[in-house]
């Protein structure tokens, strides 16, 4: 029976929608990080986005902690979203490229569940359709609410430590200077 109450189009599309979902976290884990850039499309925020604030008309800091995070669930396979009491650049940028990685996979889940309209036809496979990509529909929000925070203290962090660097080079040049001095070459 094909149509709107058929229970063998419902399965399928629950085998279809898990094998896709378990496929794309692998293809996720594997893609190497560098090919996701923040500032680049699709990842860079869109104007009306103003930097990540519109996300706090969505109340965002209410509900975005009762969804369920992948690296609580499967901590061996994806870095911690907790951030350690001491910072580097390094780490930031690991997790911008996280949450580019995090959104590019709910995009292709969002995608890919349409796959459902073929395997039940009729209203059935569309109500699965939709409702799977609404369900990928927070966790996209909740990366673009996120990344620009992460860009910031990145910034934060490069222009910190970049500080640090030149402080370093300058005791260099120093000590370096008084050496020379000390072996009768002149500065």
């Known amino acids: 029976m094909e149509g709107t109450y058929d229970m063998t189009g419902f399965l399928k599309c629950i085998l279809f929608l898990a094998a896709t979902?378990?496929?794309?976290?692998?293809?996720?884990?594997?893609?190497?990080?560098?090919?996701?850039q923040a500032d680049r499309f699709p990842f860079r925020l869109f104007p009306f986005e103003q930097d990540g604030r519109i996300y706090d008309a969505l109340h965002i800091k209410k509900w975005k902690e009762g969804f369920p995070d992948m690296s609580v669930i499967?901590?061996?396979?994806?870095?911690s979203k907790r951030l350690p009491k001491v910072l580097t650049a390094a780490q930031?940028?690991?997790m911008i490229q996280e949450t580019c990685i995090a959104e590019w996979t709910h995009d292709l889940l969002c995608l890919a569940g349409f796959g459902c309209v073929f395997l039940w036809k009729g209203i059935g496979g569309w109500l699965v359709s939709l409702l799977y990509a609404a369900g990928n529909l927070p966790y996209i929000i909740i990366q673009r609410y996120n990344r620009p925070k992460f860009v910031r203290l990145l910034k934060r962090l490069q222009a910190k430590e970049a500080g640090r660097t030149n402080r370093k080079q300058e005791n260099i040049r120093e000590k370096g200077t008084s050496i020379e001095l000390q072996y009768g070459a002149r500065p």
């Open 74 to 79: 499967l901590p061996a396979l994806i870095p």
């Open 92 to 94: 930031i940028t690991s």
């Open 21 to 36: 979902g378990f496929g794309l976290f692998l293809v996720g884990r594997v893609v190497p990080k560098d090919r996701f």
